[in-house]
């Protein structure tokens, strides 16, 4: 693989690979408004979009801004769809290949084949592995905080300068990156931002494994663990990680980053993990207790959208049952009055 992408604009900016862009960015908005008019003449807005690539014209639109609320609040920043088009043309042609493949193999967020469940496997192994090997020993949690709102533009410029080479990716680079008044920070909501992210902490995984020498460490996103040895080792390691994010990254770590022993457990990625078994977090098993009392109270009143209650209830199964949750997962299905519509939890099968 080349140490640098070179070259490479003009050659993945064809219409095949911008009709493919679109096809990605309309998989899950396919009767939306801006994808239905954005269809109806396909063919011309492709060669439109492909012509202001091509001379250097293209510019980002302005942002629709709207709030969310869970897991907590937040503003969301939304591109309109021909951006959306861009992004992830960008993205497939250029990070994914070029980039990611040079993440550590201990990095699980935004990349195919990872994810939050394989992250909170690979941090139960390593648990066991300390506990096999010393019986108890310290765990490092950390997070960052405002993470996307803080990001460094210029810095994340820097990052993304010593893998990209091609004057027009890194023009596009650059718009991606400044074309909002703020000084600081990323919009959540964009494509490119959650890569962007993973980039911009993709500088403290080396520091980490490179330079400090952790073995056992574990990132998703901003929340990131270390597993070592003891009580001082901790403390050295945190002290060494705050002054790391503060004078290289100009980002601080949230007041909730400690150290502790491991009898206490591990709460990552939506589960308490311990060395022999995991439970699913509090604030996950309210959360579905609060979406059943409002699915009952739909279904009492005729209201339930039926297809869209089984999918987040499939879903919610799916990611309980990486824990040792069968009874609660029944206490669960047992309270819905329509439960003869879901699929009943399995037999017990975590930890077997």
């Known amino acids: 693989m080349p140490h640098t992408i070179r070259n490479a604009y003009d050659k993945h900016l064809t219409f095949e690979a911008l009709l493919s862009a679109h096809e990605r960015a309309s998989k899950t908005k396919r009767y939306s408004k801006e994808v239905l008019k954005f269809d109806v003449d396909l063919e011309t807005n492709i060669i439109n979009l492909y012509k ?10 302005k942002y629709r801004e709207f709030k969310i609320y869970e897991p907590k609040e937040r503003v969301i920043r939304a591109l309109p769809y021909i951006d959306r088009i861009v992004h992830q043309w960008y993205i497939y042609e250029f990070i994914k290949p070029y980039v990611v493949p040079r993440f550590i193999v201990d990095s699980y967020a935004c990349i195919e084949g990872r994810g939050t469940h394989k992250a909170i496997d690979k ?3 390593y648990m066991q592995k300390m506990k096999n090997k ?8 950390c997070d960052i905080k405002g993470f996307f709102y803080n990001i460094d533009k210029d810095i994340l410029y820097a990052v993304l300068n010593k893998f990209i080479k091609d004057e027009k990716i890194l023009k596009l680079t650059y718009e991606f990156i400044y074309n909002d008044d703020a000084e600081v920070g990323l919009p959540i909501g964009n494509y490119t931002s959650q890569f962007f992210a993973n980039i911009y902490l993709n500088e403290l995984d080396h520091y980490v494994k490179e330079t400090l020498k952790i073995k056992y460490y574990v990132r998703y996103m901003d929340d990131f663990i270390m597993l070592v040895q003891t009580k001082e080792e ?3 390691v945190l002290n060494d990680i705050a002054k790391y994010v503060s004078v290289k990254l100009h980002l601080e770590l949230n007041n909730k980053s400690r150290y502790y022993p491991n009898k206490m457990g591990l709460d990552f990625c939506g589960f308490r993990i311990y060395e022999s078994y995991r439970l699913l977090r509090k ?5 579905i207790k609060r979406k059943v009392r409002k699915w009952n109270a739909l279904y009492e009143k005729g209201l339930l959208d039926l297809d869209k209650t089984i999918l987040e209830w499939n879903s919610w199964l799916g990611h309980s049952s990486h824990g040792k949750c069968y009874k609660l997962q029944m206490d669960i299905y047992n309270k819905i009055l329509f439960k003869e519509h879901l699929k009943k939890p399995y037999v017990e099968t975590y930890g077997l």
């Open 123 to 125: 941090v139960q192994s």
């Open 134 to 141: 010393y019986g108890s020993y310290y765990i490092v949690k």
């Open 283 to 287: 604030r996950s098993i309210k959360k």
């Open 234 to 236: 901790a403390k050295c």
């Open 52 to 61: 202001k690539l091509k001379d250097g014209t293209y510019k980002m639109g």
